[in-house]
């Protein structure tokens, strides 16, 4: 998608949110009454439940909305809504956001959720010297704060920015009650629906409902987010009628399997995961235009999709998804030619041959996306050199000592191009033209703003600083008994709190 764990990246290896175990189960310690339990199955589980100091994308998927709550929030759409705030405007310099609060908002201990609260989080983040990359890039664009009243906040910036705010609707947003005093890695203390409960390691995460919440109470008592290595054991549970949700099914080709209108029902929708075939730039020929430029047209992609995905997904050529304001289809940049991708490569100097390593986290898009591209660039006389690794391993000597010629990953943070603006980024993507055109463009506003991204998108898919392969699809498989579940996942967060059973 999409780190502590995962430092400045955050993504999803396997980005299934399964859901087992359903409906309604025996009564509580406390109650006569029944339990109404979801059970969310997801592939990555969280290590812990820290999101400023372990970004993988897994916690937000658990706690985001559903156990924090942020100023505004992320719709289905990828269009910004309130949610803390009930209203926010900008000042003319744009240097100056002003959020209105809801005045009935509160945090799960029962204090409010107050403009004193707001500052206190930013403080304590720009005081956070432990606070993970991503999100220390994200706020050194914030240069003050002020409460101006108990129910209005003033956050100041440095600069004109685009994408701050939207970085505020993510894990950077997420407001901590300032008077807790516990672990964050074993405990939360957000405004949402849900709270944390419990994390049996290897297993699940369980939220339990939040009684004194101040919106919309939430639909369940509890939802068990239960962890498969598997795929097809979780489909497998599906079909036997353990689980509600299957969030994103990671074996699209199972998916004639619930077709049963009268047992399930089938969302199809779109992701923020971008697949991305990464090339490390500080490889000698892949720092080379016509290489890179061989490289991705000697790939069907489309043939690829349909071969590795079943079809499903949104074929992209930038680091850019349908949800985006400024979304363009660019997978028609270097369309598939081997015969010319054959005299791109013979003209940076590799005709005779060049050999590539491909080290890919042993997931199942990435292994058998990596298959498909060993062989297809087999046939325009490239060598890739295959190696499975499991996610530790890849994260420590792909991500963080850049030891790879090639890699494929989804990213699933949502508008994460700014990623190639950073050198430093495993990519070692160096452009200072492409720095310029997104830099102009976070400075930018309105109609303005979104050309400009445009601009910095199609830069990216010419100067072909990745290969994009294709955006994840939002699969979702539910019993036909549940309702409210969004088509598109436009956020890190598997939001709970529109979702019911009939």
Same mark, same amino acid.
């Given at each position: 998608m999409g780190f502590t764990r995962l430092g400045t990246l955050a993504i999803v290896l396997g980005i299934s949110l399964g859901l087992a175990g359903c409906g309604t189960s025996g009564p509580s310690a406390n109650s006569s009454e029944p339990t109404a339990t979801l059970v969310v199955g997801a592939t990555l589980e969280p290590a812990s439940m820290d999101p400023w100091h372990d970004t993988a994308a897994s916690i937000p998927q658990v706690l985001l909305y559903n156990v924090y !709550? #942020?100023?505004?929030?992320v719709d289905a759409d990828g269009q910004l809504k309130p949610l803390l705030a009930q =209203?926010? !405007?900008v000042s003319p310099d744009r240097l100056t956001y002003t959020f209105h609060l809801n005045p009935a908002a509160k945090f799960a201990s029962g204090k409010p959720v107050d403009a004193e609260a707001v500052v206190a989080n930013i403080e304590r983040l720009k005081a956070d010297t432990s606070l993970s990359p991503t999100l220390a890039a994200q706020l050194a664009v914030v240069s003050g704060t002020? =409460?101006?009243? !108990?129910? !209005?906040? =003033? &956050?100041?910036? /440095?600069k004109p920015s685009v994408m701050w705010l939207y970085d505020m609707s993510s894990t950077l947003g997420m407001i901590l009650d300032p008077s807790f005093t516990g672990d964050l890695k074993t405990a939360t203390a957000g405004s949402g629906p849900y709270a944390f409960s419990e994390h049996a390691k290897g297993q699940s995460v369980t939220l339990m409902k939040n009684p004194n919440y101040w919106g919309t109470p939430a639909r369940f008592d509890e939802v068990d987010f239960r962890y498969y290595t598997d795929p097809n054991a979780m489909n497998a549970s599906m079909l036997a009628g353990d689980l509600d949700i299957i969030s994103n099914l990671q074996a699209p080709d199972a998916l004639s399997q619930f077709s049963d209108t009268s047992r399930f029902t089938v969302i199809s929708g779109t992701t923020n995961g971008e697949v991305v075939l990464g090339l490390n730039h500080q490889s000698k020929a892949l720092s080379k235009l016509k290489v890179r430029q061989g490289l991705t047209q000697a790939i069907d992609r489309k043939a690829l999709m349909d071969t590795v995905w079943n079809g499903q997904g949104t074929l992209i050529g930038s680091m850019s998804v349908p949800t985006d304001p400024w979304y363009t289809d660019l997978s028609g940049t270097n369309p598939y @030619?081997?015969? @010319?991708a054959k005299a791109l490569l013979a003209d940076a100097g590799y005709g005779k041959g060049l050999t590539l390593r491909m080290r890919v986290p042993s997931v199942p898009y990435a292994v058998k996306s /990596?298959?498909?591209?060993a062989s297809q660039l087999r046939d325009v006389g490239v060598t890739v050199k295959v190696e499975e690794l499991d996610f530790n391993r890849w994260y420590d000597e792909v991500f963080l000592k850049g030891d790879?010629?090639? #890699?494929i990953v989804a990213h699933v943070e949502a508008r994460d191009l700014g990623k190639f603006a950073n050198p430093d980024y495993y990519w070692h993507y160096d452009s200072a033209k492409y720095q310029a055109l997104y830099a102009a463009a976070d400075a930018a506003s309105g109609d303005e703003a979104v050309e400009k991204m445009k601009a910095a998108t199609a830069y990216l898919a010419q100067d072909c600083a990745a290969i994009w392969l294709f955006d994840l699809p939002n699969l979702v498989i539910t019993k036909s008994t549940i309702t409210g579940v969004p088509q598109n996942a436009a956020s890190l967060s598997f939001?709970? #709190?529109? &979702? /019911?059973s009939r």
């Open positions: !709550e #942020t100023l505004l929030k =209203a926010w !405007e002020k =409460a101006v009243s !108990e129910h !209005e906040v =003033a &956050i100041s910036l /440095a @030619n081997p015969t @010319n /990596a298959q498909f591209v790879y010629d090639m #890699t939001d709970l #709190t529109t &979702i /019911a």
